[in-house]
T-cell receptor, first 114, second 115 residues
Framework: GENVEQHPSTLSVQEGDSAVIKCTYSDSASNYFPWYKQELGKGPQLIID?????GEKKDQRIAVTLNKTAKHFSLHITETQPEDSAVYFCAATLISGSARQLTFGSGTQLTVLP | GAVVSQHPSRVICKSGTSVKIECRSLDFQATTMFWYRQFPKQSLMLMAT?????????EQGVEKDKFLINHASLTLSTLTVTSAHPEDSSFYICSAQGPNRYEQYFGPGTRLTVT
């Protein structure tokens, strides 16, 4: 089965700096990679995702890059703000005709210092 | 994005009683919903996959007779924790597979405390 590793487990940055979170996956067949943001006491929120037919996707201050050969993908947050502080989870799965479960990374606690 | 609700957000119950948690997709139909459990400072642990009109598929180690799942319509799945015990205290989160059939949208979670 799929295994997703996520690093770092904690990350502190100064407001305005960039933050990068990295994940690696084991199953080369996986082709969908979402990122979730979870604030304390709340459910995860889908913030960006990427499919394996592209190498990069950007949405305002958030971007995700994918290297299929190396089987790793990264979340980049630029111009960080205190409200970006949360736990971020990466995930991977194979899109197919039937429902497929997501395999999650262990999470990264991001703290943006004002 | 698609909206998923959960009810209740918090529940406290006595040991031995049963608790039902509802998960609804508000603006889309979801043939598949997922139920997760999350312990403090840990990742999400998939408990079961719920498909509308059929029996749920449980992950290894999850007791299907204790965690009853019903997915009676395209917008509603329920998780019933039967004969709850303090060790069942946790944060339970549902997700629904989105209209594109690969995104998952999560509910806000339900904090269950069993006394």
């Amino acid at each position: 089965g799929e295994n997703v590793e996520q690093h770092p487990s904690t990350l502190s940055v100064q407001e305005g700096d960039s933050a990068v979170i990295k994940c690696t996956y084991s199953d080369s067949a996986s082709n969908y990679f979402p990122w979730y943001k979870q604030e304390l006491g709340k459910g995860p929120q889908l913030i960006i995702d990427i499919r394996s037919n592209v190498g990069e996707k950007k949405d305002q201050r958030i971007a995700v890059t994918l290297n299929k050969t190396a089987k790793h993908f990264s979340l980049h947050i630029t111009e960080t703000q205190p409200e970006d502080s949360a736990v971020y989870f990466c995930a991977a799965t194979l899109i197919s005709g039937s429902a497929r479960q997501l395999t999650f990374g262990s999470g990264t606690q991001l703290t943006v210092l004002p | 994005g698609a909206v998923v609700s959960q009810h209740p957000s918090r529940v406290i119950c006595k040991s031995g009683t049963s608790v039902k948690i509802e998960c609804r997709s508000l603006d889309f139909q979801a043939t598949t919903m997922f139920w997760y459990r999350q312990f403090p400072k840990q990742s999400l642990m998939l408990m079961a996959t719920s498909n509308e009109g059929s029996k749920a598929t449980y992950e290894q180690g999850v007791e299907k007779d204790k965690f009853l799942i019903n997915h009676a319509s395209l917008t509603l799945s329920t998780l019933t924790v039967t004969s709850a015990h303090p060790e069942d205290s946790s944060f339970y989160i549902c997700s629904a597979q989105g209209p594109n059939r690969y995104e998952q949208y999560f509910g806000p979670g339900t904090r269950l405390t069993v006394t």
